[in-house]
């Protein structure tokens, strides 16, 4: 069987509550299919295109993902690290059970902000110090 993953590149702008200041579009990245050795290059370079822009957070919607490795938990903590150099997050959200189970074991539901839906990561997000 042949591994495939998609990443879908969307962006929205954040609603700015009493303040006239502009907020940056926010990147989500909504993922599909197998993170794996063979796939997660896909990911990153999407996720290098959106730091090379300025991106400090980032939406990772990984409801579709149906399985993911040491290889794709190494590329989200490697963002993770970049975003919070840059004073801004990763935020995992609509995780799947099997991807769920695999984050509880290893640690990552303690050091990601994890949404249950994509729209409270944006809401999540649109609250971080601006981007």
Request: proline share 4%; charged share 20%; net charge neutral.
């Amino acid at each position: 069987m042949i591994a495939t993953l998609n990443v879908r590149e969307l962006t929205f702008t954040p609603v700015m509550e009493q303040t006239d200041k502009a907020q940056k579009p926010i990147p989500i990245m909504q993922v599909s299919g197998r993170l794996d050795a063979s796939t997660v290059s896909i990911l990153e370079r999407a996720l290098l295109r959106a730091f090379s822009l300025g991106a400090k957070a980032i939406v990772i919607d990984m409801g579709e993902v149906t399985y993911i490795s040491s290889s794709g938990l190494r590329v989200l903590l490697t963002a993770r690290r970049q975003a919070r150099e840059r004073g801004g997050d990763i935020l995992l959200c609509a995780l799947s059970p099997n991807v769920r189970d695999v984050l509880d074991m290893v640690g990552f539901t303690a050091l990601f902000s994890i949404c249950s839906t994509l729209d409270d990561a944006k809401q999540m997000a649109g609250h971080l110090p601006a981007t």
